[in-house]
């Protein structure tokens, strides 16, 4: 009965461990399919400018790239606190955009900026044109967030962004399931060193391998405590007989 009892449990241990690390090849999978996405995005057409203005699906449209044209809305722009740029702690810089021929708004990642340290509540001179204004940019999810203790910041200063409370505190036709990042040449007073996106394949394939790795070990031990014994003993019974 002993002998049952192990064995089951092993059996059970094995089959746990191989659909958890089959469960992080398909993992690696999906992520290496999103990055293939990405690429295509980067690499393919511009999507229209209607797509954004017409309410498109954001998961249509994510990772393309897009020229757009509107009106920037500079009063409320947001300093997001505590980015980094060349090893530089600083702002990334977001702005309204007003979409061209349409009350429709899209939030605009469009650079980073340093701070001053010394008067931590000043803000930084972007050059915004009060004009007509043209950007390309990758469509993107909104804003990540950071850890943020306690109730979330508001003001032109803010540790994260969420888009829905924007919506509602400034009165905008905001999207709120998407951004753009503003791509190109630093200006404005602004840099686009954008960090590279990490989809984390590697962490799956490694920790795919050492789900494998166990069950190895496992059915290992499994053979070497409880069935070597078993061949050892008939053998010795057959050599006696």
């Not at 064995?7 to 746990?16: K, M």
């Not at 090849?25 to 992520?31: D, E, I, P, S, V």
């Not at 249509?60 to 009063?75: A, P, S, T, Y």
Request: hydrophobic share 45%; net charge positive.
């Amino acid at each position: 009965m002993r002998w049952l009892l192990i064995a089951i449990t092993a059996c059970l241990a094995t089959a746990l461990t191989v659909s958890l690390g089959f469960w992080q090849l398909r993992r690696a999978a999906q992520k290496e399919a999103l990055a293939a996405q990405m690429a295509a995005g980067a690499s393919g057409p511009s999507v229209a400018s209607s797509s954004v203005i017409t309410g498109k699906a954001s998961e249509q449209l994510l990772h393309q790239m897009v020229n757009l044209r509107g009106q920037w809305v500079v009063d409320k722009t947001v300093y997001l606190d505590n980015r980094q740029m060349q090893a530089k702690a600083g702002f990334y810089v977001l702005t309204p955009l007003r979409l061209e021929g349409s009350d429709a708004v899209v939030m605009v990642q469009r650079g980073w900026i340093p701070r001053n340290f010394v008067e931590r509540d000043r803000l930084p001179e972007v050059q915004t044109t009060s004009g007509p204004a043209e950007i390309t940019g990758r469509i993107a999810l909104p804003p990540s967030k950071l850890y943020e203790p306690g109730a979330a910041s508001t003001g032109p200063i803010r540790q994260n962004l969420d888009l829905q409370q924007f919506q509602k505190e400034s009165g905008l036709a905001l999207r709120t399931d998407l951004s753009i990042v503003q791509i190109g040449a630093a200006s404005e007073g602004l840099l686009r060193e954008w960090p590279a996106i990490n989809i984390g394949v590697e962490k799956h394939y490694g920790y795919a391998v050492q789900w494998f790795a166990l069950t190895a070990l496992i059915v290992g031990l499994f053979v070497w405590f409880q069935l070597r014994p078993l061949f050892v003993s008939s053998k010795d019974s057959s050599t006696h007989v």
